[in-house]
């Protein structure tokens, strides 16, 4: 059974820094492209960035771009989103999401729960 | 702003069929690229209802369908049943100068009266 643990939400200030983490199990995470998708509270679904399956090559939506940096460690299956220069606007819940297929351009079949992060002084 | 667009909300009543439409352009559904649907209740991740354009993963009741045509995608739910009541999300690939991208659509709730 395929399994994403989210993990590093919590409460930081405007201009502040966080690390989430989503440990996967349950497949091969070295075959699969991986993203991070995120909702706001009371709001629709916004991709944020994805991860080729090597890492070689790592994409960002234009409202985190040179913000985020997506990263991973396929040796501890665990996919990373590091976030500075934080904003109110990136309040939201992050979700860690595994593609059907493995490149990571079709649909997500698997979801993690999800990490709230908070950015408020 | 979000790249694919869909009716913030529509109701139906127990039985009926209803059609969540899904319009985007020629840089993503229009380019080819495929449509998939989710389902969201309140407090869980979304769920993968219909994955490349019509296809329903295991498990899926056969109420759902899904197609596409040209820059529009529909997602259809016949004998409208209350536990149908979410919300949906059509996604697609956008292709254009400015890069590529995963795209959602900005959701749709729905109401079962």
């Known amino acids: 059974e395929v399994q994403l643990l989210e993990s590093g939400g919590g409460l930081v200030q405007p201009g502040g820094s966080l690390r989430l983490s989503c440990a996967a199990s349950?497949?091969?995470?070295?075959?699969?492209?991986m993203s991070w998708v995120r909702q706001a509270p009371g709001k629709g679904l916004e991709w944020v960035s994805g991860i080729s399956d090597s890492g070689d090559g790592t994409y960002y939506a234009d409202s985190v771009k040179g913000r985020f940096t997506i990263s991973r460690d396929n040796s501890k299956n665990t996919l990373y989103l590091q976030m500075n220069s934080l904003r109110a606007e990136d309040t939201a819940l992050y979700y860690c999401a595994k593609p059907y297929y493995g490149s990571g351009r079709g649909s997500f079949d698997s979801w993690g729960q999800g990490t709230l992060v908070t950015v408020s002084s | 702003q979000t790249v694919l667009t869909q009716p913030p909300s529509m109701s139906g009543a127990p039985g009926q069929r209803v059609t969540i439409s899904c319009t985007g352009t020629?840089?993503?559904?229009?380019?080819?690229?495929?449509v998939h649907w989710y389902q969201q209740f309140p407090g869980t991740a979304p769920k993968l209802l219909i994955r490349?354009?019509?296809k329903r993963p295991s498990g899926v009741p056969d109420r759902f369908s899904g197609s596409k045509s040209g820059t529009s995608a529909s997602l259809a739910i016949t004998g409208l049943q209350a536990e149908d009541e979410a919300d949906y999300y059509c996604?697609?690939?956008?292709?254009?100068?400015?890069?590529?991208?995963?795209?959602f659509g900005g959701g749709t709730k729905l109401t079962v009266v």
């Open positions: 490349g354009n019509n």
């Open positions: 349950g497949f091969t995470f070295s075959g699969y492209a």
């Open positions: 996604q697609s690939y956008d292709s254009s100068l400015s890069g590529s991208y995963v795209v």
């Open positions: 020629s840089s993503n559904i229009g380019a080819g690229y495929d």
